[in-house]
C-alpha cells in the first residue's frame, strides 16, 4: 500500500493533469477554462465572491485566533486594493482575489515553516477551502462539456415524467408569481449561495479541531465534493435544460412554446430529443442543488463527534436551507420535480456510502447503498424509456416514483437516525448538564 506520501504525490499529479486537460478542451472550444480562471482570482477580476470566501472560511478552521484575524485583515486589505484599481480602471465590481491569495498563502506558510500539530490542521484545513475553490473552477468548465456533449436535450421526456409528480415546476412558478418579490429575493439569494450554507454547516462541525487536534471521520464536505465529483457525470449521459428554456422565455427560438410557468404544456406520447443552443448548460438531470441542500440538512442534525444534537439555530437553519432551494429549482424554472427526486437519491446512496466509516461495509451499509444505486438507476432509465407510460398513467406512475422514494428515506433514517435517537439521548442529558 502506498506512503501518506505517495498518495498525496499521487493526488496532486492526477488533479494537475485533470486541471491541464480540462484547460485545453476549453481553450480549443473558446471558453474560460479552470487555469485561467485561477489566473483571474490571483491577477484578474475574479469571477466569484462567495466561494473564494467561503475556502478561505474553511481554511481558518485549523488555524489560531489570532491567525484567523491577521488572515481575514489580509485578505480584506488585498480585495479592497485590487477592487480600487479596477474602480480606477473603469472595472467591474469583482471581490475575491483577496481570500484566493491569502488561501494559498496558508498552505505555503505551513508547508514550509510550521511545524507539528499547526501545521497538520493548517494543511488539513487548506486544503478542503482549496478544493472548494477549485472544484468551482472544474463545475464551469463541465458545464460547458455538457452543451458540447449534449446538442440534443431530453425535456419533453422529463415533463411528461412530471405530469405523473403533479408539474411541481409550473406549480411553484405561479406561486413565486403571486408572492411578493421579495420572497423571490430571498430564495434567489439562497440558490446562489449554496457554498455559504455547506461552510457555516462546516465551519460548527469542525469548531473544536485545533483545540482538541482531532479531525471527524466524516463530515459535510466530504459528501460535497464526492456528490461534485459524481453528479455532473450524468448531465452528459441525461442532458436536460428545464422548463424556463425547454418551455419558457428564456429558450428563445429553441423553447418548445412559451408555457412555463402559467400553461402546462400538452401531452405528447411520442417524445424525443430536441435540438437546443449552444451555451445552455445541461445540468439538471440529476438536481444537484437539490442534492448538496439535502446533504447541509442532514450534516446540520448532530454533532458528528459526539451525536448529540446540533443546536436548535443550526437545525432550523439547514431545514430553511433544504426548503428554500428546494422552492428556488422548481420556482425560478430551472428543475423539474423529476430532477429533485434523482438528486436527492443521489446524495443519500453517497452519504449511505460515506457516513460513519468506523462502521465498516457491514450488510447494511452494503444495502442501503445498493439500493440507493439501483433505485437512482431505475429513475434515470425510466424516466428515459418509459416518460409515455407516466403521461398515461400518471397516478400510479406517481405513486410509484413517491412511494420507492419514501421507502429509502425511511431506510436512510432508520440505518442512520433512529437508533442515534435513543442511543444518544443519555450522551445528550449529560453534555446539556
Known amino acids: 500500500m502506498p506512503s501518506p506520501r505517495a498518495r498525496l504525490t499521487i493526488a496532486l499529479s492526477a488533479g494537475a493533469a485533470a486541471l491541464i486537460a480540462l484547460q485545453i478542451v476549453a481553450s480549443m472550444h473558446h471558453f474560460v477554462g479552470p487555469i485561467e480562471s485561477i489566473w483571474d482570482d490571483f491577477a484578474g477580476n475574479a469571477k466569484s465572491f462567495t466561494v473564494p470566501w467561503a475556502g478561505l472560511g474553511l481554511a481558518l478552521i485549523g488555524l489560531s485566533w489570532r491567525r484567523r484575524g491577521i488572515a481575514v485583515g489580509a485578505a480584506l486589505a488585498i480585495d479592497v486594493v485590487y477592487q480600487a484599481i479596477r474602480t480606477l480602471n473603469g472595472g467591474p465590481l469583482a471581490m475575491g482575489n483577496g481570500p484566493v491569495i491569502v488561501l494559498v498563502a496558508i498552505l505555503a506558510l505551513a508547508l514550509w515553516k510550521w511545524q507539528g500539530a499547526e501545521r497538520t490542521n493548517a494543511l488539513h484545513a487548506g486544503a478542503l477551502g482549496l478544493l472548494l475553490v477549485l472544484s468551482s473552477k472544474v463545475a464551469d468548465v463541465w458545464l460547458g462539456i455538457t452543451v458540447l456533449a449534449g446538442p440534443r436535450v431530453l425535456d419533453e421526456h422529463i415533463v411528461l415524467v412530471d405530469h405523473a409528480l403533479g408539474d411541481p415546476s409550473w406549480k411553484m412558478g405561479q406561486l413565486l408569481d403571486w408572492l411578493s418579490p421579495v420572497a423571490s429575493s430571498v430564495l434567489h439569494w439562497v440558490y446562489i449561495e449554496l457554498p455559504l450554507g455547506a461552510?457555516?454547516?462546516?465551519?460548527?462541525?469542525?469548531?473544536?479541531?485545533?483545540?482538541?487536534?482531532?479531525?471527524?471521520?466524516?463530515?459535510?464536505?466530504?459528501?460535497?465534493?464526492?456528490?461534485?465529483?459524481?453528479?455532473?457525470?450524468?448531465?452528459?449521459?441525461?442532458?436536460?435544460?428545464?422548463?424556463?428554456?425547454?418551455?419558457?422565455?428564456?429558450?428563445?427560438?429553441?423553447?418548445?412554446?412559451?408555457?412555463?410557468?402559467?400553461?402546462?404544456?400538452?401531452?405528447?406520447?411520442?417524445?424525443?430529443?430536441?435540438?437546443?443552443?449552444?451555451?445552455?448548460?445541461?445540468?439538471?438531470?440529476?438536481?444537484?442543488?437539490?442534492?448538496?441542500?439535502?446533504?447541509?440538512?442532514?450534516?446540520?442534525?448532530?454533532?458528528?463527534?459526539?451525536?448529540?444534537?446540533?443546536?436548535?439555530?443550526?437545525?432550523?437553519?439547514?431545514?430553511?436551507?433544504?426548503?428554500?432551494?428546494?422552492?428556488?429549482?422548481?420556482?425560478?424554472?430551472?428543475?423539474?420535480?423529476?430532477?429533485?427526486?434523482?438528486?436527492?437519491?443521489?446524495?443519500?446512496?453517497?452519504?449511505?456510502?460515506?457516513?460513519?466509516?468506523?462502521?465498516?461495509?457491514?450488510?447494511?451499509?452494503?444495502?442501503?447503498?445498493?439500493?440507493?444505486?439501483?433505485?437512482?438507476?431505475?429513475?434515470?432509465?425510466?424516466?428515459?424509456?418509459?416518460?409515455?407510460?407516466f403521461a398515461e398513467h400518471p397516478l400510479p406512475a406517481g405513486i410509484v416514483v413517491i412511494g420507492l422514494f419514501a421507502a429509502y428515506v425511511t431506510a436512510f433514517y432508520r440505518t442512520w437516525f433512529a437508533q442515534l435517537s435513543t442511543a444518544a439521548a443519555p450522551l445528550e442529558n449529560a453534555v446539556r448538564a
Open 199 to 389: 461552510m457555516i454547516v462546516t465551519v460548527w462541525q469542525l469548531r473544536n479541531v485545533v483545540k482538541t487536534g482531532e479531525w471527524p471521520r466524516h463530515y459535510l464536505v466530504r459528501t460535497f465534493l464526492v456528490l461534485g465529483l459524481i453528479g455532473p457525470l450524468f448531465y452528459v449521459l441525461f442532458p436536460v435544460v428545464g422548463p424556463i428554456f425547454a418551455y419558457g422565455a428564456d429558450g428563445h427560438a429553441f423553447s418548445l412554446g412559451q408555457f412555463w410557468p402559467n400553461v402546462v404544456p400538452p401531452v405528447d406520447l411520442s417524445p424525443g430529443s430536441i435540438p437546443f443552443d449552444h451555451y445552455t448548460p445541461r445540468n439538471c438531470m440529476p438536481s444537484l442543488h437539490t442534492a448538496w441542500a439535502l446533504s447541509i440538512f442532514i450534516h446540520s442534525r448532530r454533532d458528528p463527534f459526539t451525536n448529540a444534537l446540533a443546536p436548535t439555530w443550526l437545525r432550523w437553519g439547514g431545514a430553511f436551507w433544504l426548503i428554500a432551494t428546494l422552492a428556488a429549482t422548481l420556482g425560478f424554472g430551472y428543475h423539474y420535480g423529476a430532477d429533485l427526486v434523482a438528486g436527492a437519491v443521489l446524495c443519500l446512496t453517497i452519504e449511505s456510502a460515506l457516513r460513519a466509516p468506523e462502521r465498516g461495509w457491514d450488510a447494511a451499509r452494503i444495502q442501503l447503498v445498493a439500493a440507493g444505486s439501483a433505485l437512482f438507476a431505475a429513475l434515470l432509465l425510466s424516466y428515459r424509456f418509459l416518460s409515455a407510460g
